[in-house]
């Protein structure tokens, strides 16, 4: 458990996808660059199995934007999508909003 003030120090935004490619040499790994509005940045996400990386180029996504920097398979990962965990499909499902929002709304 933590109380309402740590929780309050996670910063949730939209981002928009702007280029996601496979990894190369790494199965379940795909490089996503995303507009957060006011700049652009790299995650490097493990989804390849499940989405491919051209249904993802324009798509609104869920990102952690204040996580440190994680080097991933040789490739800076600067934040992580959000995603719930499908257990009867044992596949991941990205979280998106409801209606097309600007690239770094807040969540709230």
Request: glycine content about 6%; aromatic content about 4%.
């Amino acid at each position: 458990m933590i109380n309402f003030e740590e929780f309050k120090k996670i910063d949730l935004r939209v981002a928009k996808v702007i280029t996601a490619e496979k990894v190369e040499g790494a199965e379940k790994l795909l490089k996503l660059q995303i507009d957060l509005g006011d700049e652009k940045r790299q995650i490097v996400a493990g989804i390849a199995q499940f989405y491919q990386p051209e249904d993802l180029i324009g798509r609104e996504i869920i990102v952690v934007v204040n996580l440190e920097p994680k080097v991933v398979f040789g490739l800076e990962s600067q934040g992580m999508l959000l995603a719930a965990e499908d257990k009867n499909q044992k596949e991941p499902v990205l979280l998106i909003p409801d209606k097309e929002v600007p690239p770094g709304t807040k969540i709230c």
